[in-house]
């Protein structure tokens, strides 16, 4: 072996342990970076004619188990989903307040009926009548406040898919783009491990945000694809587009999640992901939000539908010259149709001595009018024969009204052995003829 030889075997030894001491260096400098993955310089054997002539640096590789990335990736996806759906959704149930404490929505609705039983026992107390009267109205005055910040939760989130999907477009060109350096410098058998810590970095936050597989490309960089297999970076970068909606109700319709691929393949996002911070924003939206908003309708509906039964079985003294019901969302005929039971519609003067009397049997399909038979679709007109003048039913656009003539006034009863019943109600309270808690539109469940 010649001088020379010997020179350049031990300078390529102390180029290698250059190149170990700055790659210990660098991982010693960035102990506490966030993100930072440790570095590894592989070394190989220089032969030359079948003998040994040093050593060189192979490559500078990070040190990560492509199993701990995709269980770590997998991991941070789901906490992402789950966090951001807490986050959410705690925010709804504050809205209610402490279901146990004295000054939340559920304290309201037993203070609503606890009013009521205390003007129960003092009916001829008009500050019992006017503070049950107050607490009711002040009860659906905050669902209706609860309903709207419900949808305001929403409208957070769907601006929230928004700026997750820009996000998600900005870590996407940068992993594409580091995808580029890295090939290069493993072409020239250059240094990427800064190029490969910086993308790491970004496949993680990308991973926050969805649910994705990433393999090693055999030229250098990664290729990512969602969990589905919707490709994101490795062969030109994807792009995701979503415009979100402006103020949000509980009818509004959200618009597609597309993802165009690099080859100009466009699917939706839905289908492509399980989990990450955009599948929890979309389920809290389309799913959890509107299931509480619909809890809290259906426990309102039942409220109002308890005290309108207690109304509708009670009569104001003098009788109103008029009754009009609630929209019933039917046509009469259907309306009416499959009662049981009896009930009475009788016309008082002020004095509440009955002039005029309509007594009603019910049987399914099958009724009579003090004792004449008639059908769903002749009932009306029946019902005013018998009325005799004294008062009028009409029914227009889904509401049933009764009008006396004169002073007169209008109630109506039901048999106390055998009361009229549809579907859990008497008829007064079905069509809502006295009812104390009204809408506009129909709103049974």
Same mark, same amino acid.
């Given at each position: 072996? !010649? ?51 040093? =050593? ?67 009916? &001829? ?14 009860? %659906? ?72 597989? /990433?393999?090693?490309?055999? =030229? ?51 289908? !492509? ?29 039942? /409220? ?17 010259? &008029? ?21 009475? =519609? ?15 049997? %019910? ?15 002749? %009932? ?20 049933? &009204?009764?009008?006396?003539?004169? &002073? ?18 008497? %008829? ?18």
């Amino acid at each position: 072996m !010649s001088l020379n030889a010997i020179m350049n075997t031990a300078n390529s030894g102390l180029a290698a342990a250059q190149t170990q001491l700055r790659v210990i260096s660098d991982n010693v400098s960035n102990v506490n970076t966030p993100g930072y993955v440790r570095k590894i310089a592989e070394q190989q054997t220089l032969v030359s004619q079948g003998m040994g002539s040093g =050593v060189e640096v192979a490559r500078i590789r990070l040190a990560t188990d492509r199993f701990l990335q995709a269980a770590s990736l997998s991991s941070g996806a789901e906490a992402a989903r789950e966090g951001v759906r807490y986050e959410l959704y705690d925010r709804i149930q504050s809205l209610f307040g402490d279901p146990g404490g004295k000054t939340g929505f559920f304290a309201q609705v037993d203070a609503v009926f606890a009013a009521f039983s205390a003007s129960g026992e003092d009916p &001829t107390s008009s500050p019992r009548r006017q503070d049950a009267l107050f607490k009711t109205q002040a009860l %659906f005055d905050e669902a209706g406040r609860i309903a709207k910040s419900i949808q305001a939760v929403r409208q957070d989130a769907d601006s929230r898919v928004q700026s997750a999907v820009e996000k998600a477009n900005s870590l996407i060109e940068q992993i594409e783009g580091l995808n580029q350096q890295i090939a290069r410098a493993t072409a020239t058998k250059g240094d990427a491990s800064g190029a490969e810590t910086a993308q790491s970095s970004l496949v993680g936050q990308l991973a926050e945000l969805m649910d994705i597989r /990433v393999s090693t490309r055999p =030229v250098g960089g990664v290729s990512i694809r969602t969990g589905n297999g919707a490709l994101l970076a490795g062969e030109g970068a994807a792009t995701i587009s979503y415009n979100r909606a402006g103020t949000v109700t509980s009818e509004t319709v959200f618009n597609e999640i597309i993802i165009t691929e690099p080859g100009g393949l466009k699917k939706s996002l839905l289908d !492509s992901i399980n989990s990450g911070e955009l599948k929890g924003l979309i389920e809290l939206r389309d799913k959890e939000a509107p299931a509480a908003a619909e809890r809290l309708a259906e426990l309102i509906t039942h /409220v109002a539908d308890e005290l309108n039964r207690a109304h509708n079985a009670n009569s104001a003294v003098p009788p109103p010259t &008029t009754l009009t019901g609630r929209n019933v969302g039917q046509s009469f005929e259907t309306a009416i149709a499959g009662f049981t039971g009896r009930s009475t =519609v009788a016309v008082t003067n002020a004095a509440g001595v009955i002039q005029q009397r309509a007594d009603i049997v %019910f049987s399914g399909s099958t009724m009579t009018v003090n004792g004449v038979a008639t059908t769903p679709a002749n %009932f009306l007109a029946d019902l005013n024969t018998q009325l005799g003048g004294a008062a009028t039913a009409t029914f227009v656009d889904g509401k049933l &009204t009764i009008a006396a003539t004169g &002073t007169n006034g209008v109630a109506i009863a039901d048999d106390a052995t055998t009361p009229s019943s549809k579907g859990g109600r008497g %008829f007064s309270h079905y069509f809502g003829l006295n009812d104390l808690i009204s809408t506009d539109s129909p709103a049974l469940y």
